[in-house]
C-alpha cells in the first residue's frame, strides 16, 4: 500500500501562482510514476502532469508553459509549481502514484482562482 499526502492548495486571484506537494509513504518502489490530476465541478477527472522517477515529464496542453513538476526521490515527494494561473484552473488537484498496474490517489486538495 501507499499513502499520499497533498498540501498547498488555497484561493489565489488570477495571475498568481501556488505550489502543490504530495509526500508518499508505504511501500514505495524506487521506479514508479508521480502526477497531478484535476476534477473540475461537473467535469471528468483529467490528466494535468506526470514525472517519472527518472525525470521524464508530461503536461496536458493547458498547463504547458504555466506549470512544472518536479520529484524529490529521496524524500518521495512530488511538487507542481503553478504559475499565471486563471480561474479555469479551479479544481480539486490529486496526487497520483502509480508502479506496474498499481495506482494510488492522494485525497485531493482544493485550488480556487478568482476572477
Known amino acids: 500500500q501507499v499513502q499520499l499526502v497533498e498540501s498547498g492548495g488555497g484561493l489565489v486571484q488570477a495571475g498568481g501562482s501556488l505550489r502543490l506537494s504530495c509526500a508518499a509513504s508505504?511501500?514505495?518502489?524506487?521506479?514508479?510514476?508521480m502526477g497531478w490530476y484535476r476534477q473540475a465541478p461537473g467535469k471528468q477527472r483529467a490528466l494535468v502532469a506526470t514525472?517519472?522517477?527518472?525525470?521524464?515529464?508530461t503536461y496536458a496542453d493547458s498547463v504547458k508553459g504555466r506549470f512544472t513538476i518536479s520529484r524529490d526521490n529521496a524524500k518521495n515527494t512530488v511538487y507542481l509549481q503553478m504559475n499565471s494561473l486563471k480561474p479555469e484552473d479551479t479544481a480539486v488537484y490529486y496526487c497520483?502514484?502509480?508502479?506496474?498496474?498499481?495506482?494510488?490517489w492522494g485525497q485531493g486538495t482544493q485550488v480556487t482562482v478568482s476572477s
Open positions: 508505504g511501500s514505495i518502489f524506487s521506479i514508479n510514476t
Open positions: 497520483y502514484y502509480n508502479y506496474g498496474y498499481a495506482n494510488y
Open positions: 514525472i517519472t522517477s527518472v525525470d521524464s515529464t
